[in-house]
Every structure is written in structure tokens, then in C-alpha cells.
């Protein structure tokens, strides 16, 4: 397991909870538009760190975000979680220590205030809840979780169709928080401080939101699946296979890519690998990315080829 790197932003300390890093999902399985010519094109930099040399498959990371400020503790997404039944071995009945790693960057469950749920995704929702006396009940008894309108308006609607793939992540991960009276439903824009706004960035899911912070003359952006892979950074245009609306998610990320290119501006896209943290430059119709935030920082695409 790698160090948990930390990164400052004016009053905010941002640090990762990781889960799971490890090579995850095919990229043809991923991207209906990915080809080997694709692949081979982008070898230099993709092996061995973005993709697996042996297998060809994708390194997905599988991550939580705590964000502190005196007085405040949030936590952005939870994961795949524990012991819960699910389509994919990935995600099943799985006893990862994630819990002991939030405690080892200093946080107990009772101590987080806010929980966002950036989309209900079964990689997102896991530690909403655990498992007590048999029932699934909040894992963080004095947080609000935030969930944008739109995206519950998505979930209670979608049917049984739209959870085929996971397993039933809602009944197990999202129902209880509703149940306890600990979910909050927010617009398309939420400020949680002068300095922590979130943001909607549909497409991925209808209510995909994103935290932006703010301060010591930086700023970071939390995109969670505005992009899963640097490969749509070279490719901007791919959606993925799991995109509730590929065209609106291909659309959000044009825009979001060249607001935030060459602006010095932190990206932390979830499931990009370790340290997460990169910066985005403009290369024509494409995108490079620099990885930033640990002591090997400065490698991104430019560095392997
Ligand atoms: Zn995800």
C-alpha cells in the first residue's frame, strides 16, 4: 500500500482512502470505441502503470476522498464496501480493510459530518451502510449524506433493468440512509462553505455532482466519473459502457476539460491510479495530464513516450 498523500487547499486538507487499486475492467469492456490500434498507440505511457503489461487490462483505483476543515469532515464517495452481495466478484462479499484506513488518516466513523454521494454506483455507495444484528445501517451515525435530486429521481424510477450488472446496491447502500433520516436531497449547485462548492456534471449519471475547493491560491476539483481512465483524455470523446447517457457525459467532460486545461488546477478524477491528483494541458484536440503530489510526482503521458 503506497502513503496516503495529502494535499492542502487554504483552510482544506484533502487526503485518500483507498479500497482497491488494481487492473479492473478490460478497456474494450470499458470504451465501446477502444481498439488495439488505440492501445498500441498509447503504450508508452499506459504500461505498466495504467494498464496491466500481462493482461491488457485497465487499473481501476477504487477510492473514498476526506476533505477537512476545522470543525468540518467530509467524505466524498464510499466505495464498494463489505460483505455485500453483488453480480461482480469485485464488489462481492468482500472484507477489505477500509475502515481501519479511515482511521489511519484520523477519522472515525462517528467523526464525519458530511458524506457526498457524488452518484449511486455500486463503486460509490458500499460504506453508506454496514452490516448490524443483520440490518444494514449507516456506517456514519451523525452525517448527512448528499445526494443530488436528479440523481435520486433516476434511481427510485429505474427498475430492477438498470441494477442487472451490480447486484442491488440501492436496497443495501442507499434505502437506509434514507430510512435513518440521514439523506439530504441538493440542487444542481450546493455551496458547503464559502471555499467547498458542489457542482453538477451530468451524463454518467443524470445527478453525477463534483467538489470544487478552494484557497491558498489553488484550487482542486473532485470529478469523480467525469473520466474513469487517462485514455479520455487522449480520447475525450469515449464514454463509457456504463454511462447512463454517453452523449451528455461526452459533452460534460469537452467542457469541463477545456474550462480547467492549463489552468494549474487539481483533477482528481476516482478511479484514476495512484496519486490521483493531476493537472490537465491542452494538446490540440487532445489532453495530457501530469500526475502531482507525491515525491515521484511529474509523470503523466508526456514523460513515457
Ligand atoms: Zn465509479
Redo the contacts with the bound molecule.
Sequence with gaps: MAHQSHWTFGASTLQRVVESEEALLSPFEIFADCTQAHLDANRGWLMPRFQDPHSGILAITIQSFLVRQAGLTILVDACGGNGKERARPHFHRRNWPWLDRLREAGVAPEDIDVVLCTHL?V??VGWNTRLENGRWVPTFPNARYLVARREWDYWRTAGPAALVRTGDFITDSVLPIFDSGQAELIGDTHALKSDIAIEAAPGHTPGLSMLRLQGGGSEAILC??LM?HPLQLRYPDWSTRFCVDPIQAARTRASFLKEHANTGRLIFP??FPSPTGCTIQRDGSSYDFTYCGEAEAQIGRSSGD
Design positions: 454506483h463503486d460509490h469523480s466519473d474513469h476516482t478511479h
